[in-house]
């Protein structure tokens, strides 16, 4: 697996609701930290398991909860951060499902706007397609990004991380 896989599937896995298998996979994901080669990146992904079995499963899924559920600015739907526009939403919505279709994948339980099943179509993909998924995605990622930093959220690290992946993802031809 490519670097760029296994931080977007690192990345995906810490942006999901911490639930029964979250703490059950925690251990997997820990472990796979150590294939990334980028130090900053590494270190980061570290850091941030650190942070949370410090702080603990109760409190680790409150802060989640109150990050992510229940904030409009933090929320993990990338079309809901900057939307003025309903019928503008609605066909940014429809391009990222596009995306996933074209792909050969399809989301039954999730909106396609979702960050980490974006971040996990990108990992599952070959490179030029993650690329123009990644592509797709990266103004909303940003603006997320300067949202976290607002609401200091240690996961600003990951979109740091993603986003560091996204200018590193160049496509060969061959591929």
Excluded: C
């Excluded at 760029?4 to 059950?24: C, G, H, R, S, V």
């Excluded at 929320?75 to 996933?100: C, I, M, S, V």
């Amino acid at each position: 697996m490519e670097e760029y896989q296994i931080t977007l599937k690192i990345a995906a896995y810490f942006l999901e609701y911490p639930d029964a298998d979250w703490w059950k996979d925690f251990p997997e994901y820990k472990k796979a930290v150590e294939e990334i080669k980028t130090p900053q990146i590494k270190n980061s992904f570290a850091d941030l398991f650190d942070y949370v079995e410090n702080l603990g499963k109760k409190n680790y899924e409150n802060l989640y909860v109150q990050s992510f559920d229940f904030s409009q600015n933090t929320n993990l739907y990338l079309t809901t951060h900057n939307r003025t526009d309903f019928g503008k939403q609605a066909n940014e919505l429809q391009e990222f499902k596009n995306l996933f279709l074209e792909n050969g994948f399809d989301l039954n339980k999730e909106l396609p706007d979702y960050l980490p099943a974006i971040l996990e179509l990108a990992a599952a993909v070959p490179k030029k397609n993650a690329k123009k998924i990644l592509d797709a995605a990266k103004n909303k990622i940003e603006l997320l990004r300067d949202r976290f930093i607002e609401a200091k959220l240690a996961q600003t690290f990951l979109l740091d991380a993603i986003l560091t992946q996204i200018e590193n993802l160049e496509v060969t031809k061959n591929e």
